[in-house]
């Protein structure tokens, strides 16, 4: 039973990059509040949130013209991993549109970073879910993940 519940939490997370992979590399710009700067002293920051603006038909990438672009935000929300599709302005769309990356249920939490060292358009991502039969069965993954268009570093 918790190898069962071991394979669905990294399935699942394993979902999520592939997500994140696929939708990251067409992204054309960021928030403001998910770009990485290092304070004095530092040598890394980590988001719990990132947004960014990319294509609305990931298989069509074109750099150049915004018109088809849209704002993406990963995040938790009531307790699961999230991706939310953003209208064009960067607002929550009227009938929203959310996709579950991470059950609610294995408590995923998110982290992306940059590290000092990293390229500015480099950054890696970790996903720790926690099960629900036996709590000690926790399943971490970190992933990098690299954009095309933009450096995620200021």
């Known amino acids: 039973m918790i190898n069962r519940e071991r394979y669905n939490m990294l399935s699942q997370i394993n979902y999520a990059f592939e997500d994140m992979?696929?939708?990251?590399?067409?992204?054309?710009?960021i928030n403001s509040s998910s770009a990485f700067t290092l304070?004095?002293?530092?040598?890394?920051?980590?988001?719990n949130v990132f947004r960014f603006f990319g294509e609305k038909n990931i298989y069509e990438v074109t750099p150049d013209n915004?018109?088809?672009?849209?704002?993406?935000?990963?995040?938790?929300?009531?307790g699961g991993l999230i991706l939310e599709v953003l209208d064009e302005t960067g607002n929550p769309k009227r009938s929203p549109?959310?996709?579950?990356?991470?059950?609610?249920k294995y408590q995923p939490v998110v982290e992306?970073?940059?590290y000092e060292g990293y390229e500015p358009n480099f950054i890696t991502v970790t996903i720790k879910t926690t099960?629900?039969?036996?709590?000690q069965a926790q399943v971490s993954r970190t992933q990098g993940l690299r954009f095309w268009f933009i450096d995620v570093k200021k």
């Not at 992979?21 to 710009?29: F, G, L, N, P, Q």
């Not at 304070?39 to 980590?46: F, K, L, R």
């Not at 915004?66 to 009531?78: A, F, H, L, V």
């Not at 549109?97 to 609610?104: K, R, S, Y």
């Open 21 to 29: 992979a696929i939708r990251t590399k067409s992204a054309v710009r």
């Open 39 to 47: 304070a004095s002293g530092t040598i890394s920051d980590t988001k």
């Open 66 to 78: 915004d018109s088809d672009n849209t704002w993406y935000e990963y995040r938790t929300e009531n």
């Open 97 to 104: 549109e959310i996709l579950a990356l991470v059950d609610a």
């Open 112 to 114: 992306f970073a940059w």
């Open 131 to 135: 099960g629900t039969i036996a709590p």
